[in-house]
Nanobody
Framework: QVQLVESGGGLVQAGGSLRLSCAPS????????MGWFRRAPGKEREFVAA????????FYSDSVKGRFTISGDNAKSTVYLQMNSLKPEDTAVYYC????????????????????WGQGTQVTVSS
């Protein structure tokens, strides 16, 4: 079973930056697209950003648009999340997700679209 491994989380002051990375445990793992979700304490998991390799389309939630950038390497099924101008409300566990087909192609912000999930990496933004 392929695993997604996230890295790059940590503690940062408000206004700072962090870069998250996510890579599969198997180099031959092929994906249609990948995404990032987060779960803040006491809240439901929410969509953050997604990328579709075909066409290089990217999508963002309104709360991170203009501050976060998703990018990646299709050949390696590796995805990154560059987070700038971080706010205390960005504090959460961030999860990487991968989709292996174009099934539910338009539902990039919905959890059911994704087939594989990482264990999560903690991001804490202090005020």
């Amino acid at each position: 079973q392929v695993q997604l491994v996230e890295s790059g989380g940590g503690l940062v002051q408000a206004g700072g930056s962090l870069r998250l990375s996510c890579a599969p445990s198997e180099r031959t793992f092929s994906t249609y697209g990948m995404g990032w979700f987060r779960r803040a304490p006491g809240k439901e998991r929410e969509f953050v950003a997604a990328i579709t390799w075909s066409g290089g389309y990217t999508f963002y939630s309104d709360s991170v648009k203009g501050r976060f950038t998703i990018s990646g390497d299709n050949a390696k099924s590796t995805v990154y999340l560059q987070m700038n101008s971080l706010k205390p409300e960005d504090t959460a566990v961030y999860y990487c997700a991968a989709r292996t087909s174009r099934r539910n192609a338009g539902y990039y912000s919905r959890s059911f679209t994704y087939d594989y999930w990482g264990q999560g990496t903690q991001v804490t933004v202090s005020s």
